[in-house]
């Protein structure tokens, strides 16, 4: 079982729509982050956060602790949003293993039509 | 701008040839790290590094290889001895730990023909 879930694996929307992805974990964290990765390849970093709720222009982020989820909430979708994110964790780096930092999820692929 | 710069953005070896990906930033960040994406799975970790002169193996380390003989330089060495090289490849790099938010190179995309 991945330590790092995300679902939808793939979603399709309509401009306009509002849109949520979700990510559930199964280890012990310090953080989550919600990156973004256009089909060029390069990896923006969205949002960092350890508990609550961020919000930035369209984009909120919350993260429930005690549940061990996160989701990304993007309002009123725009075709320019059409992309991969991804949910990591970032675990403690003295923790034993060899993961060193983050630890990502598959990625949800994101199309926004027109 | 301050940022991290990955090169080049393709990149074509022959097999049993060993190849360098070079990853360069200027944001003053301690800690660097190496990922690798294949299609349909999350950014495995190759290899990271906390500070200048150490570095540590990830969890797919095996056929590579790195330096950190500057803060800014972590360049990574793709072996002959990887079994299957071809992937894309992201550079990152941090403060220091995951509490700190992560910034990654545009990547390069590695095809051993």
């Known amino acids: 079982k991945n330590e790092v879930e995300q679902s939808p694996q793939n979603l399709t929307a309509q401009e306009g729509e509002f849109i949520t992805i979700n990510c559930s974990y199964s280890?012990?964290?310090?953080?989550l982050h919600w990156l973004q990765q256009h089909p060029g390849g390069g990896i923006v970093s969205l949002f960092m956060?350890?508990?609550g709720k961020k919000k930035h222009g369209r984009l909120i982020a919350t993260i429930n602790i005690q549940e061990k989820h996160s989701s990304l909430h993007i309002t009123a979708s725009h075709p320019r949003d059409s992309a991969v994110y991804i949910c990591?964790?970032?675990?403690?780096?003295?923790?034993?293993?060899?993961?060193?930092?983050?630890?990502f999820g598959k990625g949800t692929k994101l199309s926004v039509k027109p | 701008d301050g940022g991290i710069t990955q090169s080049p953005k393709y990149l074509f070896r022959k097999e049993g040839q060993n190849v360098t990906l070079s990853c360069e930033q200027n944001l003053n960040h301690d800690a660097m790290y190496w990922y690798r994406q294949d299609p349909g799975q999350g950014l495995r970790l190759i290899y990271y590094?906390?500070?200048?002169?150490d570095f540590q193996k990830g969890d797919i380390a095996e056929g590579y290889s790195v330096s950190r003989e500057k803060k800014e330089s972590f360049p990574l060495t793709v072996t002959s001895a990887q079994k299957n090289p071809t992937a894309f490849y992201l550079c990152?790099?941090?403060w220091g730990t995951g509490n700190t938010e992560a910034f990654f190179g545009q990547g390069t995309r590695l095809t051993v023909v």
């Open positions: 990152a790099s941090s």
């Open positions: 990591a964790v970032a675990t403690p780096l003295f923790s034993g293993g060899s993961q060193g930092n983050l630890i």
């Open positions: 956060l350890s508990s």
């Open positions: 590094s906390q500070i200048v002169n």
């Open positions: 280890v012990g964290i310090s953080a």
